[in-house]
């Protein structure tokens, strides 16, 4: 069974501060996705990451890959209040199923 | 807006009782998945179907049911219910498996189910 995990659980920090938040597997993934939740929404698609070592970039979102593709992470730059929400990774590991991590709860204070 | 639709928003319901959740997926996307999420439990997959079949199980209770249409719309089936069974039900619909190297998925709004 593969196993997302997410690091930290909870993160509340002033606006305009930076932040990153960490997922990982003991396992390789095919792919890798983030997903930003609001409450009471769904999960929505940020950014698909597929090569190990692979950096993306949106706005002040920089998504990094692994090299070894075991693990990813999330940096937000200049943190807005409109950042505040769940950050969930997702895993491919393979197949067409997606593993979810169990979630960066993100509070950004104004 | 994802493209994704489903219905009803919100359900109130008793224990024992049976519900259905519906779902529309992207215009072109085969594939529907559907997601239970819970406070303590996050977002656990359920089911899986492509275009009309079953595809792919998760944990997934003998209580509960799917199946996609020939329009491709998905209903997910839950019986017998119980307190537990309270959470968020998502469902997401992705592209014929194969057209992408990966398996990006979309998600609906999601149904609110409360079992008193």
């Known amino acids: 069974t593969q196993l997302l995990e997410q690091s930290p659980q909870f993160l509340s920090i002033q606006e305009g501060e930076n932040l990153t938040v960490y997922c990982n597997s003991s396992?390789?993934?095919?792919?890798l996705q983030w997903y930003r939740q609001e409450p009471g929404e769904g999960p929505v698609l940020l950014v698909t990451v597929v090569t190990g070592g692979e950096v993306k970039k949106l706005k002040r979102l920089t998504f990094q890959f692994g090299d070894a593709r075991k693990d990813s992470s999330l940096h937000i730059t200049a943190a807005q209040p409109g950042d505040t929400g769940l950050y969930l990774c997702?895993?491919?590991?393979?197949?067409?199923?997606?593993?979810f991590g169990t979630g960066t709860r993100l509070t950004i204070i104004p | 807006d994802s493209g994704v639709t489903q219905t009803p928003k919100h359900l109130i319901t008793a224990t024992g009782q049976r519900v259905t959740l519906r779902c529309s997926p992207r215009s072109g996307d085969l594939s529907v998945y559907w997601y239970q999420q819970s406070l303590d439990q996050g977002l656990q997959f359920l089911i899986q179907y492509y275009n009309g079949e079953e595809r792919a199980k998760g944990n997934i209770l003998e209580r509960f049911s799917a199946q996609q249409f020939p329009d491709l719309h998905s209903e997910l089936n839950l019986s017998s219910l119980e307190l537990g069974d309270s959470a968020l039900y998502f469902c997401?619909?992705?592209?014929?498996?194969?057209?992408?190297?990966?398996?990006?998925?979309?998600f609906g709004p999601g149904t609110r189910l409360t079992v008193l």
């Open positions: 997702a895993g491919n590991f393979g197949n067409e199923k997606l593993t």
């Open positions: 997401a619909s992705s592209v014929r498996p194969g057209l992408k190297a990966y398996n990006e998925q979309f």
């Open positions: 396992s390789v993934f095919s792919s």
